[in-house]
Structure formats: C-alpha cells, structure tokens
C-alpha cells in the first residue's frame, strides 16, 4: 500500500524554525520527485518547494527562498523540508506530494498543521 506520512508540524513563535518530515512506502521512492505544498483555510494549495528523482535539482517557491530547505535521502524514503524564520503567514497545513515523470499518478500525504503565532 502506498503511504506518505508527514510529521514535525506543531506551533512556533515567528523567527523560529521547524524540520517537517515526509516517510514514504508503497512505491520506488527513488523514482519520483518530492513536493511540499501547503493550504491555509480558503486559499489554494500551492507549491512550497520540490525536489527532482535523479539529479536531486531543487524549486522554491518565491516567498521560501533563503528561509527553507528542501532535501531527501533515498536509504530512508524521507524527505525533509527545513523552514527557518517562519513568518505568521507561514501558517498552513503542509502536505508532501510524489510525482513521477509522464505518468498522471501521484500520491499525497494527510498533512501536517504548522502554525506561527506568538
């Protein structure tokens, strides 16, 4: 069965920082980019960040860069996003995406809440 697990959300003040994890099973991990999104309450869910199959070649969304760090590690089935200097509108659920290339399949995770509040 496949299955993304997120953890490492939870409530920061704004400056700090949290490491958001994704374990993955179910498919060929090393196949497939690695996506973090994430929603806030009536908003589109939009791309965080992502991270290529082969070539581990990093995207970031304009308003993470120099903030989050995107990586994996294909012995764990894991990919992490690394968020410092969170910012209140930081806020959301996150979630963790795989695609592969020219194939329509992709899995999602359930999601994870980060919330920045002081």
């Known amino acids: 069965q496949v299955q993304l697990v997120e953890s490492g959300g939870g409530l920061v003040q704004p400056g700090g920082s949290l490491r958001l994890s994704c374990a993955a099973s179910?498919?060929?991990?090393?196949?497939?980019?690695m996506s973090w999104y994430r929603q806030a309450p009536g908003q589109e869910r939009e791309l965080v960040a992502s991270i290529t199959s082969a070539s581990s070649s990093t995207n970031y969304a304009d308003f993470v860069k120099g903030r989050f760090t995107i990586s994996r590690d294909n012995a764990k089935n894991t990919v992490y996003l690394q968020m410092n200097s969170l910012k209140p509108e930081d806020t959301a659920v996150y979630y963790c995406n795989a695609v592969r290339n020219w194939n329509p399949v992709q899995y999602w995770g359930q999601g994870t809440q980060v919330t920045v509040s002081s």
């Open positions: 179910g498919f060929t991990f090393s196949w497939y980019r």
